[in-house]
């Protein structure tokens, strides 16, 4: 809120980020004084390339002020990469650098709301950026501010010995004057009387369990292990922080992946944190999820914003102000129990771990480049080696392999923030807490707070790293932890040189393509540029003498490939960007210690590289190697948006002649999924949502969900969960036959999947669910194993079912006409025959194809298709295609009671027939299945089948069926007594 410098009555004005759209607007407000200040500044222009753009409006979205920030200063002569030293020898300053500091580059404000609007602008830098603390303003030598700016900048002197008198007047605005730090200290009983009206503006629930003194018997009971802090602003407290040494840290080493902190325990001479070599060739994780015989709430002590803090979770606090932590102990151990909710011997689900989750650090949860170079390896066979037309599916279950988990036996070196409360006038400054809390435990390194899933994520949870939680966690909480180290202000990124390789290797021994990485390093600092030509640019953060980030860029050379192909107009205005300023990343990792600083990273990247757009591909998992191994899993997927595919168009070339698209539209590259980070985007916070949403089925409707989910560019959708027998569609090599195999319903193909990336940011859950538990909120796979929810989303789609066999005795001669009328088809419940397939998506179609290949192709066994739907026809096309002769395929249709077919056009069903006629399929009409036999040499084999018609029955010998006739739908999905 501002008020006006000379109107009567304030009014509510509200700050939010810049839009291009907000240009004219902003273009009418300029005076000639602003001219005479900023010199010619193209609105747009600074608005795309500004770190951080604020426009005030009011309540009728007429906007009154405006300025732009950006971390360079706007004097010709000045290099975005060199204006540290030029300033520090320029000027009497010296604490000024690229992390704390930000330049006014534009300012305009409505005449008679000036001052006001200069002053919340200046707040809401702060505020957005809390690592900011000093802003600069440049102006020509001899002109002197507006009357607005002058009352929140103060000049600073130039150096007497600096050559160049002409230099631009320098103003500064300190962050203490408008957004002070606050004074943290420890607290006193007599702060109680501050904090209640702030907790009880954000909840009840505390003093509703706890008693209307609770703050007071915290703050009493203090002692070595357990200490409470108070933010303090003139005299009074707004801001509470209990923080403990005890908590049960073997607990969260089981349920999250906290090898990168060293379990959060002191180094120890037994500790065993080196895995045994090997090579992990699949990118699944070889864990499954919860199962039941483990089901069972853990309760430690946990941390809650708030504002949306529930009974149940402060019950836990509380026993640890009281220190009754024996009597939590016992609580956990009642608390133990097993549901089991099927039979011994269920098979447990494989869960793969969404890409995101990449920490970069010493423990790699998977390995997809191993398996892009598989399937490299496949596509390379030369002719005479690939024998298979169909190779044999990959079953998810030979993923599986040991995953080796690192014991700690050193003393704990973490305490936890119990309880957490600010007045939401100060949040923003809610990092202040953190230096005074390591103070306090100064023996320790990490600071960890727990949170429930659906609390939204505060500004102090910003600060912290989310720890991936692992596969079998039953802990209904988030983990966030702080390191010691993300304290340190004085990290620094640099070009890199040869002296950097040794602290470079270090960093990166760990990780997948390190070599690649490394000698793109050493090509970097040999030429600056590939053997091409191509530049190379090679960037290191540093702290403290010690490199703890590196990152590998190259000029980005399909600018319009990616024009054409991408929707990256979402986020940029191309004809604002210069060529040479898009860049493409190949490598980039950074110490999880200081993941804080990941953006600031990456902002410095853009300003010493002169970047304004950074792109990285991400390929299929069945990519070749050649595009695979230029590019690691970089651990800024977080911090970058997903780019959306665009739609393309056939042309006609040789319609359009001379008109046609440059070759770099057109070239026919192997599809990628795009994501992308920008100067306008590279402050912007993203909303985090932790709420556990998971979707059952991976059908168009369940894809569409999680695409429209993943594509927000604005939210970050932690725990995405698809549950599904077959994992993402599109994870398979591509295959014509085997897609034909099935009618498309033509919402995705192959290229579309392989564009969306979704394995980026959805976690799958390979199984079949069983039952919904909507009390518990659970629901069961494949019988033995649970997956929690807080959002379920049933897009299961309709599959093909095996219909129970009539029974009816064929030797008697029986027909359609004697069979029972109006009894509904049975869904056949027990295990299928090896060789019946149902075709229900790709996976399916590929077994069903390697066992043709294996046991029909060079034979003159019969394949039966028992089915009316489009499905069928398809499947016989394929079988033709892939060389089963017509005269083995047998098409038995079923007893339909609609005179319409699947064509539902009289010319198509007759080419059709006619079709079928040529190929010799054998045909049987108006058939209902009656009976079927097993081979004797193979108790799981069908030998025959047998249908009647509306005349006599008939009986095929056949090798192989195929059941595409009637499609259901799940019925516990909508069960209301599961």
């Not at 009352?151 to 150096?159: D, E, G, N, Q, S």
């Not at 090898?259 to 994780?285: C, I, N, Q």
């Not at 390191?483 to 997948?512: K, P």
Request: hydrophobic fraction near 40%.
């Amino acid at each position: 809120m501002a008020s006006p410098t000379d109107a009567e009555t304030s009014e509510m004005i509200s700050a939010r980020r810049t839009e291009s759209i907000d240009a004219p607007s902003i273009s009418k407000l300029a005076t000639p004084l602003t001219e005479f200040l900023f010199g010619r500044v193209n609105v747009i222009n600074l608005i795309e390339k500004s770190l951080l753009a604020v426009t005030l409006s009011n309540e009728v979205e007429e906007i009154l002020g405006h300025a732009a920030f950006l971390d360079y200063p706007n004097v010709a002569g000045v290099e975005p990469d060199a204006w540290v030293d030029w300033l520090m020898s320029s000027y009497e300053l010296a604490l000024c650098n690229p992390l704390n500091t930000l330049f006014m580059h534009y300012f305009v404000a409505k005449q008679s709301y000036s001052n006001g609007c200069a002053r919340e602008i200046i707040r809401t830098m702060f505020n957005t950026i809390p690592n900011v603390h000093f802003c600069l303003l440049m102006v020509p030598s001899g002109v002197q501010p507006d009357a607005a700016l002058s009352t929140v900048f103060k000049a600073v002197p130039k150096r007497r010995l600096q050559k160049n008198a002409d230099n631009p007047q320098l103003f500064i605005c300190h962050r203490h004057e408008h957004v002070p730090i606050l004074h943290i200290r420890e607290a006193k009983v007599e702060d109680h009387d501050d904090l209640m009206p702030i907790f009880a503006r954000q909840t009840d629930v505390l003093v509703n369990t706890y008693g209307e003194y609770f703050v007071a018997e915290m703050i009493e009971a203090q002692n070595e292990n357990m200490k409470c802090i108070v933010a303090e602003v003139a005299g009074y407290a707004v801001g509470f922080m209990s923080i403990s040494k005890d908590f049960n840290i073997d607990i969260l080493n089981d349920c999250f992946e906290l090898a990168p902190f060293h379990g959060l325990k002191m180094p120890h001479p037994s500790d065993e944190v080196k895995r045994p070599f090997a090579v992990y060739s699949r990118s699944a994780t070889p864990v499954t999820p919860v199962s039941q015989s483990d089901t069972m709430e853990r309760s430690i002590s946990v941390t809650s914003h708030v504002s949306k803090a529930e009974a149940e979770v402060k019950e836990r606090e509380k026993e640890k102000i009281l220190g009754k932590e024996e009597e939590g102990k016992e609580r956990l151990a009642s608390q133990t129990e097993t549901r089991p909710l099927s039979a011994a011997g269920s098979e447990e689900p494989l869960v793969k771990r969404r890409l995101s989750e990449s920490q970069a650090s010493a423990v790699d949860l998977f390995s997809e480049v191993e398996l892009a170079r598989s399937a490299a390896s496949q596509l390379s066979m030369t002719s005479e080696k690939r024998t298979r037309q169909f190779p044999k599916p990959e079953s998810h279950h030979s993923l599986r392999e040991e995953q080796f988990v690192p014991k700690y036996f050193g003393e704990n070196n973490a305490f936890i923030i119990q309880l957490f409360c600010i007045d939401e006038k100060y949040e923003m400054r809610s990092c202040d807490f953190l230096p005074k809390a390591f103070e306090l435990f100064n023996d320790r390194k990490y600071c960890i707070i727990t949170t429930p899933f659906m609390v939204p994520e505060f500004p102090l949870l910003q600060l912290f790293m989310r720890v991936t939680p692992k596969l079998k966690s039953t802990l209904s909480q988030e983990l966030y932890v702080f390191s010691s180290l993300g304290l340190l202000n004085n990290i620094t990124v640099r070009f890199a040189n040869q002296h950097d390789l040794v602290g470079v290797e270090n960093l990166v021994e760990s990780l997948e393509l390190s070599k690649n990485l490394l000698a793109d390093v050493r090509r970097f600092c040999s030429a600056y540029r590939d053997s091409d030509g191509t530049e190379i640019q090679v960037f290191v953060a540093v702290v403290a003498g010690q490199i703890v980030g590196v990152a590998v860029l190259r000029r980005e050379e399909y600018i319009e490939y990616i024009r054409s192909h991408y929707n990256i107009e979402d986020f940029i205005y191309f004809n604002h960007h210069r060529r040479e300023e898009h860049a493409h990343l190949h490598h980039y990792a950074l110490n999880p210690m200081f993941k804080t600083y990941s953006k600031f990273f990456l902002k410095e990247i853009l300003r010493l590289g002169n970047k304004t757009s950074i792109y990285y591909p991400l390929y299929p998992s069945y990519a070749t190697s050649q595009h695979v191994e230029k590019h690691s899993l970089v651990n800024a997927l977080g911090d970058m948006v997903p780019v959306r595919a665009r739609r393309q168009i056939d042309y006609p070339i040789e319609i359009l002649g001379d008109n046609i698209p440059s070759d770099r539209v057109l070239q026919n590259q192997e599809p990628y999924a795009l994501n992308h980070i920008n100067r306008k985007l590279v402050l912007e916070p993203k909303v985090t949502i932790n709420a556990r949403i998971v979707v059952v089925g991976a059908s168009d409707v369940g894809i569409a969900f999680l695409e429209t989910f993943s594509f927000c560019p604005h939210l970050r959708f932690n725990n995405l969960i698809l549950v599904s027998p077959h994992g993402l569609p599109g994870e398979m090599q591509p295959n014509v036959l085997r897609e034909n195999m099935r009618a498309t319903s033509h919402c995705y193909d192959q290229k579309d999947f392989a564009y969306m990336g979704l394995r980026t940011w959805v976690n799958v859950v390979y199984g079949k669910m069983t039952a919904i538990d909507r009390h518990k909120k659970h629901v069961t796979v494949n019988g033995s194993s649970t997956v929690p929810f807080d959002y379920l989303v049933l897009c299961t789609g309709m599959q093909y079912y095996m219909p129970t066999p009539t029974g009816a005795d064929v030797d008697l001669g029986v027909s359609n006409n004697d069979l029972p009328k109006d009894k509904p088809v049975r869904r056949y419940e027990d295990r299928l025959p090896d060789n019946v397939f149902l075709i229900n998506d790709s996976y399916d179609a590929a077994v069903a194809l390697f066992w043709i290949e294996d046991n029909i192709l060079n034979t003159e066994k019969t394949i039966v298709i028992y089915g009316h739907s489009l499905d069928a026809y398809t499947c016989i096309q394929t079988l033709l295609s892939s060389g089963v002769s017509g005269g083995q395929i047998i098409l038995v249709t079923p007893t339909v009671n609609s005179e319409v077919s699947c064509f539902n056009n009289p010319d198509v069903e007759a080419v059709i027939s006619e079709s079928l006629t040529e190929s010799k399929v054998i045909i049987y009409s108006d058939c209902i299945l009656a009976q079927w036999s097993y081979s004797h040499s193979n108790s799981s084999h069908l030998n025959s089948v047998s249908f009647t018609t509306p005349s006599e029955p008939v009986t095929i010998e056949c090798a192989v069926r195929y059941i595409l006739i009637n499609k259901y739908i799940l019925y516990i999905c909508y069960s209301q007594n599961v």
